[in-house]
């Protein structure tokens, strides 16, 4: 028996389903990241943690969908769309990893001002992608809008990296320690997110 090609409103639904569970592994390492220098551990992050690293393994169900996409203009743009959101949750996985990798070192506050500013921004598109696929779903014109913000933000976080990155040389002299490394390695990692999900939006607004 053939399988059933999926319309429109079906890969939407689908599509808001993966963005979904992103938005709240980015939530997890939103707060996570944001921990000021002096306090501990949130005590509920090891739940949390463990609970990020299944729902990323849970994503990878939530793709079988794009057996049935159509053969058609609609079916390119939702591969292109999932291939974007397959580049989020991998990267999110490098982030999770290399927040174990850091464990509980303390960072400088140019560190957590950088956390700050570029995981809030994630996180923002994150939650803005997933409103957009809701007014697509509906043809709100509100989408429109939303794509404006979500350009908005990747912007702001090209501009924010390069100023932080400017930020962190003249804190530690230029010297580059394991901390100091994994630090920028993160806030890349952000970026390119926030990149995946502006291009993602681009798609979606079409659609």
């Known amino acids: 028996m053939a399988s059933e090609i999926l319309d429109r409103q079906t890969i939407l639904l689908q599509l808001g389903k993966i963005i979904e569970i992103q938005e709240t592994i980015a939530d997890y390492v939103h707060k996570r990241l944001c921990l000021k220098c002096d306090e501990l551990l949130d005590e509920m992050w090891t739940e949390k943690r463990k609970d990020a690293y299944k729902k990323i393994r849970s994503l990878i169900d939530r793709y079988a969908f794009s057996r049935?996409?159509?053969?058609?203009?609609?079916?390119?743009?939702?591969?292109?769309?999932?291939?974007?959101?397959?580049?989020?949750?991998?990267?999110?996985?490098?982030?999770?990893?290399?927040?174990?990798?850091?464990?509980?070192e303390s960072f400088n506050e140019i560190f957590m001002d950088s956390m700050t500013t570029i995981s809030?921004?994630?996180h923002e598109m994150i939650v803005a992608l997933k409103l957009m696929?809701?007014?697509?779903?509906?043809?709100?014109?509100?989408?429109?809008?939303?794509l404006?913000?979500?350009?908005?933000?990747?912007?702001?976080?090209?501009?924010?990296?390069?100023?932080?990155?400017?930020?962190?040389?003249?804190?530690t002299g230029g010297d580059t320690d394991f901390t100091c490394y994994?630090?920028?390695?993160?806030?890349?990692?952000?970026?390119h997110i926030s990149d995946y999900a502006k291009e993602c939006a681009e798609i979606i607004a079409e659609i």
């Open 68 to 104: 049935n996409l159509p053969h058609d203009d609609l079916g390119i743009m939702a591969q292109a769309i999932v291939s974007h959101l397959l580049n989020m949750q991998h990267t999110f996985l490098r982030v999770l990893v290399m927040i174990d990798m850091l464990k509980e």
């Open 148 to 171: 404006e913000l979500l350009i908005k933000l990747e912007r702001q976080i090209d501009e924010d990296n390069i100023v932080i990155c400017r930020q962190i040389s003249v804190a």
């Open 182 to 191: 994994m630090m920028r390695k993160i806030i890349a990692d952000l970026e």
């Open 133 to 146: 696929i809701s007014q697509r779903e509906s043809n709100s014109e509100d989408a429109e809008t939303t």
């Open 120 to 122: 809030t921004k994630v």
